[in-house]
């Protein structure tokens, strides 16, 4: 974060840009741990645990989107939200009134909250803007058709060919990257 006074004209004096730094370092008292600072911290932990677990372990500096995707179909297992499939005659119904065998699945909504907070772990942890992973076109692509076939197995009456639903959603990621990390931490 201090990084970005760098950037500042070096028409300022170096006595004052001393001056500045010291205010900046006062403004940013320590911010108690909210529960979303606690969770984005267990999401880092497991992330960074999935990384280690890989054959051969991927380090962080060359964790790419693909590896991003592939947590998050990993975490599928663990997911609780019935998503029938094509073949199912619950397709298209957002109550189940019968066991199925379609598979449990995260919720969209979980993973898109998830990648948010990942987006900005990431940059806490000292990985720059421009290599996040989890701020890449593919990812929201990704959480995007996994709405929509969520959206249409469920039965939530929005489709495809309207462009509501996608509207919506490229509004909402566009302004969660646009806004700063920081802004969003606040
Ligand atoms: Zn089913």
Redesign the pocket.
């Known amino acids: 974060m201090e990084e970005e006074s760098a950037k500042s004209p070096t028409s300022i004096p170096s006595a004052h840009q001393h001056h500045h730094l010291q205010q900046q370092q006062q403004l940013h008292p320590p911010i108690p741990p909210s529960r979303y600072e606690s969770q984005k911290r267990r999401d880092w932990n497991t992330f960074g645990q999935y990384l280690r677990n890989q054959r051969p372990p991927v380090p962080l500096s060359h964790c790419t989107f693909n590896h991003v995707i592939d947590f998050l179909r990993y975490l599928d297992q663990f997911g609780k939200t ?1 998503v ?2 094509h073949g ?1 005659m ?2 298209g119904q957002a109550e ?1 009134p019968a066991p ?3 598979p449990l699945r995260q919720a969209w909504g979980s993973l898109d909250a998830l990648i948010g907070r990942l987006r900005a772990a990431y940059e806490e942890n000292g990985g720059s803007p421009e290599t996040n992973p989890f701020a890449r076109s593919a990812i929201r692509v990704y959480l995007r058709e996994v709405k929509e076939c969520q959206a249409k197995a469920r039965g939530i009456p929005y489709k495809k060919k309207k462009k509501m639903a996608t509207v919506m959603s490229s509004t909402r990621n566009d302004e969660q990257s646009s806004s700063s990390s920081s802004t969003h931490l606040s």
């Open positions: 019935k029938h499939l199912c619950f397709y189940t199925c065998s379609c």
